[in-house]
């Protein structure tokens, strides 16, 4: 794919309120020409981020067209997943100014008929990650039982913790071993980055399971023996441990990683993320009348935090767990994908 992509993420550009945008200058920055945010215009994305290098962010979409960018890309994913209504207006300017419009937003722009007439008029296209194809309507049939790819998902102690960052890494890793493996894409970001997958989160209950299902066959059929599928919410978060649970049913995994975010001490609903030990034993009791699953490591997320708090905190996880704990972004995580590969050959 080549793309000249500018960012909108107005006064959201942050570590942790711009999952998409952030995701986006991690793995394909030379795709980036810039972010729109008035809030941090004037710096560097690494000045935001800690990454990034010398990607501008601009105070709006009008600046930012002295990048060049050939297409606009909504960089948040609010609570919801509504398009913000002082957003309208600058999506309108980018389709006038000759932009294709990427959207991971449950908002679907390319059914919006005022955005959908003007698209059309500039001869620009409006791509949806969250839109459904009607064939993944379906209801789980239970391949896992004949599959030999060996799947492996990674689970929460909470939302928004770095699922897909762990997945996407270990199976860069386990590429870099030799291995054949694949990622499955469960998210907007996933999908805009991977290029495939299916944003299960905006699959109808009753085929959450069964769509995962059908992706990761889709994923089995391509002669790989791993296959790492992004997770999705969180089991113990009341907002969003719908789709965990139907995530968990589709692929069945034959091992899990538990992500955590050491920095963050609640939930939304203001419940504490501690006891990671019982949400590990929580998720394994789950696969247990199915198969036996075991969560084989944790990827801790160590954003907002010291690289001195980063070591305390991976010493205190291992003597809490007695399992390996490693931060995916480093040379470390080589450690969690050595957990794996020793599961799977016991």
């Not at 959201?12 to 795709?31: C, D, M, V, W």
């Not at 932009?99 to 949806?128: F, N, P, Q």
């Not at 998902?153 to 590429?175: I, P, Q, W, Y």
Request: proline share 4%; charged share 25%; with cysteine.
């Amino acid at each position: 794919m080549s793309r000249r992509l500018v960012i909108l993420a107005e006064g959201k550009f942050s570590p942790l309120e711009s999952k998409t945008a952030n995701q986006a200058i991690r793995y394909i920055p030379e795709q980036v020409t810039g972010v729109i945010d008035s809030r941090t215009s004037g710096k560097k994305v690494q000045d935001i981020l800690g990454f990034g290098g010398s990607i501008p962010i601009y105070p709006d979409l009008r600046t930012s067209l002295q990048s060049k960018p050939d297409a606009l890309l909504i960089g948040i994913a609010p609570t919801g997943g509504r398009l913000p209504d002082e957003w309208r207006k600058i999506l309108i300017e980018a389709i006038e100014n000759k932009l294709h419009i990427l959207s991971g937003l449950h908002t679907l722009l390319s059914d919006d008929r005022e955005l959908a007439a003007k698209a059309k008029a500039s001869g620009v296209t409006i791509t949806d990650f969250r839109k459904v194809p009607d064939e993944y309507e379906v209801v789980a049939k239970g391949y896992w039982k004949r599959r030999d790819a060996k799947t492996i998902l990674t689970v929460g102690t909470d939302c928004n913790v770095g699922k897909m960052t762990a997945s996407l890494e270990l199976h860069r890793e386990f590429t870099r071993r030799g291995l054949k493996s694949d990622f499955v894409a469960t998210g907007q970001t996933g999908i805009l980055l991977a290029g495939k997958g299916i944003c299960v989160d905006s699959i109808i209950s009753d085929y959450v399971a069964g769509s995962i299902e059908r992706e990761v066959e889709k994923s089995a059929r391509t002669d790989v023996n791993f296959i790492h599928v992004e997770g999705q919410g969180s089991l113990t978060h009341q907002g969003y441990s719908a789709v965990t649970l139907g995530l968990m049913h589709g692929v069945m995994p034959d091992a899990m990683i538990m992500v955590h975010h050491a920095a963050r001490r609640t939930d939304d609903y203001g419940f504490p993320l501690d006891q990671i030990k019982e949400k590990i034993r929580l998720h394994e009791a789950v696969i247990r009348p199915f198969k036996n699953s075991k969560v084989v490591g944790v990827a801790v997320n160590t954003v907002m935090m010291t690289s001195q708090q980063g070591t305390a905190i991976k010493q205190e996880l291992e003597q809490q767990t007695g399992l390996p704990v490693a931060d995916v972004l480093l040379p470390e995580r080589s450690r969690l994908a050595d957990a794996l590969m020793n599961y799977f050959r016991k």
